[in-house]
Structure formats: C-alpha cells, structure tokens
C-alpha cells in the first residue's frame, strides 16, 4: 500500500517493468528533437535499451504517444489545423496495427482449435 500523498508509479510493461513516467519521458525526448515524427513502440523501448517480450503493452504505448504528442502540440500551442491531420494519422495507424493484430489472433485460435 502506498504512503499518504505518494501516488504509486503506474508499470505499463510487465515484462521489463517500465512506467508510464519512463515511457512519457522518452516519447518527450524525441518530440523536442522532431516534433512531427512519428514514434513507434520499438523505438521507445530501443532508446531505453530494451525490447518488447510479449508486446502485449505496445496498444497502450500506442494510446500513450498518442496523448503525449497531443499534449506537447498543445503546450507548444500548434495551429489547430496541424494538430488535428496528425494525430488522426497516428491514430489511423494505431487503428490500422489493432485490426491486424485482431485477424492474427482469431486466426491463430482457429487454428488452435
């Protein structure tokens, strides 16, 4: 149980247990060298030396370089019009991997069964 007023680290990969803070931290690490470029889950878990396992966490980095690149734009105070045509890009990948991921998994347990 955590102490009063100390709020506990949220670990978002099990596997090689990262926090949220850690992976937050990278994501902002490559915005303020490019802030247009698009980050993956690999290259997150490359810059703090070390892979996905079970990549069962990567949807949620996904969610995550989603906020966090909102979020930066927003401090940054990018134009509205520039915002919006990017994160729907990130999020329509986002979309496009999740769709993917779901026919391999029911095609593998078709094949299970």
């Known amino acids: 149980m955590a102490a ?3 709020v506990p680290e949220m670990i978002v990969c ?4 990262i926090a949220k803070a850690e992976i937050e931290a990278v994501i902002e690490s490559f915005l303020e060298r490019d802030e ?3 980050i993956t889950p690999g290259m997150v878990y490359h810059a703090m030396a070390r892979r996905g396992k079970c990549c069962g966490c ?20 990018t134009p509205e019009d520039k915002i919006i045509p ?8 986002h979309d496009r991997c999740e769709t993917v991921r779901r026919v391999a998994r029911t095609a593998k347990m078709r094949r299970a069964a």
């Open 4 to 6: 009063r007023g100390v």
């Open 58 to 77: 990567f949807p949620r980095v996904i969610d995550m370089i989603i906020e966090a690149s909102e979020a930066y734009h927003r401090r940054k105070a």
């Open 36 to 38: 247009w470029q698009l």
């Open 14 to 17: 099990s596997c090689n247990v």
């Open 86 to 93: 990017f994160i729907r890009r990130i999020r329509e990948e």
